[in-house]
C-alpha cells in the first residue's frame, strides 16, 4: 500500500512538473536578473522533463509608481530580461516564447504604506506548459551518392554526408565543407538533376515552428540552415532554377524522444528531395 501511495505522490509530482507557473520580483525601477533570480528560474525547470519541449508565456508588470509610458517600457524590459536568461540558459527546453508587457497592476485604495509603491506588483510572471504535440518518426534516407540515377525517385528525400553547423547558428563547421562540394559536383555532373534542400533540427523542438537561431534571435533555425546551403550551391555555380530550400523543424526526425547525443545529431541533419530528373 505505501509503494502504491509513493507511485501516485511521484505520478502527481511528475505531471504537476509539466505545467508550472510562478513569480519573480524586482527592485523598484529594476529590470536586470540577478544571480537570486537566475537560481529561482533555474530550480523551478529543473523537474521539466528535459526530453520534450514547453510553450513559455512571460508577463511583465510593474506598480503605479512613475509615468505609464514608463512603466510600459520597464515592463517590457522586465519581461525581456527573463526571456534572454531562458534563452541562453534553458534553450533545449523551448517550443515557443510568447512576450507581453503588461505595464501597472491596478491599485485600488493605496495604503499608507504603499506610497511608494508595491513590491508585490514589481514582478514577472512565468507560465510553463508541456508541448504535447508529438512529431512523426521518419526512417533514415539511403545516402544519394550509392543510389543509380535511374532508380533516383521525384519526391524522394535522400540523405547527404554530415553536413554540420554549430550549435544553435548557421555557422558551417569546416569539415563540412568537404560533403558541400561533393554535393556541388553531383550537381553539375548530373544537369538534369532538381532539388529541394531539406532543412531538420534536433531537441525537440516545435512542429510548426522552428528551433532558435541564436545569431538573429528567431525561431528560424532549419529554414535559415536549408537557406544558407541553397545559397551556397548558387554561389558554387549551380543554376537557381534547379532548386528550392525549406526547413522542416523537429516535423520528421529520424528518433523520439531522443535519447542522448547520438540522436540529437542524427535529427540535426540536411537532406535533398529530387524535384525533377
Known amino acids: ?38 537560481q529561482k528560474i533555474n530550480e523551478k525547470l529543473a523537474d521539466l522533463d528535459t526530453t520534450i519541449t514547453y510553450n513559455f508565456i512571460i508577463k511583465g508588470y510593474t506598480d503605479f509608481v512613475d509615468t505609464e509610458n514608463f512603466n510600459l517600457e520597464l515592463s517590457q524590459n522586465r519581461a525581456s530580461s527573463v526571456v534572454d536568461y531562458l534563452k541562453k540558459s534553458h534553450e533545449s527546453l523551448i517550443n515557443s516564447i510568447e512576450k507581453e508587457a503588461k505595464g501597472e497592476l491596478p491599485t485600488e485604495d493605496i495604503k499608507q ?20 504535440r508529438k512529431p512523426k518518426v521518419v526512417e533514415r534516407k539511403e545516402n544519394i551518392y550509392v543510389i543509380p540515377l535511374n532508380e533516383l525517385r521525384v519526391g524522394s528525400s535522400y540523405a547527404l554526408g554530415k553536413i554540420n553547423f554549430k550549435t544553435g547558428r548557421v555557422t558551417l563547421i569546416k569539415s563540412s565543407r568537404k560533403e558541400l562540394e561533393k554535393l556541388v559536383r553531383f550537381l553539375k555532373k548530373n544537369r538534369d538533376i532538381h532539388i529541394e534542400v531539406q532543412g531538420h533540427v534536433c531537441c525537440g523542438g516545435d512542429i510548426d515552428g522552428d ?16 537557406e544558407f546551403i541553397y545559397k551556397y550551391l548558387i554561389h558554387r555555380g549551380i543554376a537557381k532554377d534547379r532548386l528550392t530550400h525549406k526547413g522542416y523543424a523537429f516535423s520528421a526526425p529520424l ?15 540536411v537532406e535533398i528531395m529530387i524535384t525533377k530528373n
Open 1 to 38: 500500500m505505501k509503494q502504491l501511495l509513493l507511485l501516485f505522490l511521484v505520478s502527481i509530482s511528475f505531471c504537476q512538473a509539466q505545467e508550472i507557473e510562478f513569480d519573480i520580483y524586482f527592485g523598484l525601477g529594476k529590470f536586470t536578473l540577478s544571480s537570486t533570480h537566475e
Open 113 to 132: 504604506n504603499e506610497r511608494l509603491g508595491v513590491k508585490k506588483h514589481r514582478k514577472v510572471s512565468i507560465s510553463v506548459s508541456k508541448n504535447d
Open 211 to 226: 528551433a532558435l537561431n541564436s545569431d538573429t534571435g528567431t525561431q528560424t533555425l532549419s529554414i535559415d540552415r536549408a
Open 255 to 269: 528518433h523520439f524522444p531522443e535519447k542522448g547525443r547520438r540522436d540529437r545529431g542524427a535529427n540535426r541533419r
